[in-house]
Every structure is written in structure tokens, then in C-alpha cells.
């Protein structure tokens, strides 16, 4: 069985981006363009893991995480919460309780990606 991430984006080559380096890994790749879409997603797919943008139209990474963590169904699922912010330091503190499992800045690094998503997968 396949292990599948969800990636959500607003923006489409982020999205590609994401899917290709993924992908090359042998991970199943879901996509979704904003928080709500994700969730419709989730219910269908349940993915071992979710990569959202921080800042998006509708809902953010922040609620989107909240909104899983609600429900038992998802509420184990790790997020992974990828933003362009430069004080990522300040952003995870301030998001200690909506227990998000990590962050990967932007621009992406190939070989943090893969080791955030290995590291997460193994717990």
C-alpha cells in the first residue's frame, strides 16, 4: 500500500513542484488548492500525511490543521505547515497549540523535504 501525501497550495507550481520531488520518493501524491478543498480530500483519501502552505485563500494552514485535529477520523495525521515567512522560528511558537509536526520554509530544499517527511512517517 502506497503512502500518500496531500499537498495543499494555492498556487500550482508550488503544487508541481511538490508532486514531482514526491513523487521521484514513490509517495502518492493528492492535491488540493485551498484548506476547504483539503478536507473534502482528506475524507476521500485519508492521507498518511498533509504539506500545506501557511497563507491561503479560505483557510489557512493554521485552521486547516485545527479543523483536523478536531475530528478523530484525521486528527493523527501529521501537518507539515511550508511558508515563505522569514521568522519561521516565531510562526512554529506561536503554533504550538494547534500541535503542528513541522515546518519546511520556502524556497524548498530537496533533501529537507525528504527528511521532514521520512522523519514523520517513522513515529
Do not use: C
Request: proline share 3%; glycine share 4%.
Amino acid at each position: 500500500m502506497a503512502v500518500k501525501i496531500l499537498i495543499v497550495d494555492d498556487v500550482e507550481e508550488t503544487r508541481k513542484l511538490l508532486r514531482e520531488v514526491l513523487e521521484i520518493a514513490g509517495y502518492e501524491v493528492l492535491e488540493a488548492k485551498n484548506g476547504v478543498e483539503a478536507l473534502q480530500k482528506v475524507e476521500e483519501h485519508l492521507p498518511n500525511l498533509i504539506l500545506t502552505d501557511l497563507m491561503m485563500p479560505q483557510m489557512d494552514g493554521f485552521t486547516l490543521n485545527s479543523k483536523l485535529k478536531q475530528n478523530e477520523k484525521t486528527k493523527n495525521i501529521p501537518v507539515v505547515v511550508s511558508t515563505s515567512h522569514k521568522d519561521i522560528h516565531r510562526v512554529f511558537n506561536a503554533s504550538d497549540k494547534t500541535a503542528i509536526a513541522g515546518f519546511i520554509e520556502k524556497p524548498y530544499k530537496v533533501d529537507e523535504i525528504w527528511s521532514i517527511i521520512e522523519k514523520l512517517l517513522k513515529k
